[in-house]
């Protein structure tokens, strides 16, 4: 039996470092992908069911803390649970930190969550000397009415 021979012709230099660097690029982009989805997961997005409101209004502030309320009265702060004792000192150096700039508070709760939680979460935000809070709210839908012809 004869041997099989291909005829496979070498690719040039030139033509072989364009596919290298298409190669490179191409392994670059799928990692800046993996760290951007990485990243993503972690952002301070907790589920929760939020009250809804008519209208809600954007606020351009600059120093935002979101402050998350399960509803089991479990804490978050920036993706770490807190005890309701730590909230007070947590905001205080917050509030020390932000320098000229005044933090606000956005109280995210779940609608069935007690009000004695978000209760403990305003009085130390008032004992640490932060008194812009706000409720982060799902707007809610409301029909336009509509004149029906007789």
């Known amino acids: 039996m004869g041997a099989i021979r291909f005829n496979v012709e070498m690719p040039s230099r030139p033509r072989m470092i364009i596919w290298s660097v298409c190669l490179l690029i191409t392994l670059a982009l799928c990692i800046m992908a993996a760290f951007m989805m990485n990243e993503m997961e972690s952002m301070e997005v907790e589920s929760v069911t939020l009250p809804e409101a008519v209208a809600a209004k954007e606020d351009a502030r600059r120093y935002d803390v ?16 807190r005890k309701a004792g730590e909230l007070r000192a947590c905001f205080a150096r917050m509030r020390v930190a932000a320098d000229d700039r005044r933090p606000m508070i956005k109280i995210r709760c779940d609608a069935d969550t007690a009000y004695k939680h978000v209760q403990t ?9 932060i008194y812009e809070v706000s409720f982060g709210v799902a707007q809610k839908y409301v029909p336009v009415p509509t004149v029906e012809e007789g």
């Not at 979101?66 to 649970?81: A, F, K, L």
């Open 66 to 81: 979101i402050v998350n309320i399960m509803r089991d009265g479990t804490y978050r702060i920036s993706g770490r649970e």
């Open 121 to 129: 979460v305003m009085e130390s935000c008032r004992g640490a000397g």
